[in-house]
Nanobody, 124 residues
């Protein structure tokens, strides 16, 4: 199992943007399927987005389509999640994960390596 590290969380006003990054120290994520998940207090972990290992196909959860974009930074070996138009439904701890397949619906159950999470807060 890999150790993953998320960065870029923080506090933003409604309508604002944040960029999250997922890295695996000592390992390049370029050829790995990577998923982003989020979990709000009292709620189940939810699949946000994933990027496939084979061809870079991307999938998004229904609540974030058109607002979030997942991509790879191949030079750094990281996976990014750009989050735009953040709204009060988005605050959660955001996790990246690998070791699982990327296809819809994006399920956390098959991913084996996880980061510690990054807090995203949306408040005016």
């Amino acid at each position: 199992q890999l150790q993953l590290v998320e960065s870029g969380g923080g506090l933003v006003q409604p309508g604002g943007s944040l960029n999250l990054s997922c890295a695996a120290p000592g390992f390049h994520l370029r050829y790995s399927a990577v998923g982003w998940f989020r979990q709000a207090p009292g709620k189940e972990r939810e699949g946000v987005s994933c990027i496939a290992a084979s061809d870079g196909t991307t999938y998004y959860g229904n609540g974030v389509k058109g607002r979030f974009t997942i991509s790879r930074d191949n030079a750094k070996g990281t996976v990014l999640l750009q989050m735009n138009s953040l709204d009060p439904g988005d605050p959660a701890v955001y996790f990246c994960a690998t070791g699982g397949p990327c296809w819809p619906p994006i399920s956390s159950r098959e991913f084996t390596s996880w980061g510690q999470g990054a807090q995203v807060t949306v408040t005016s």
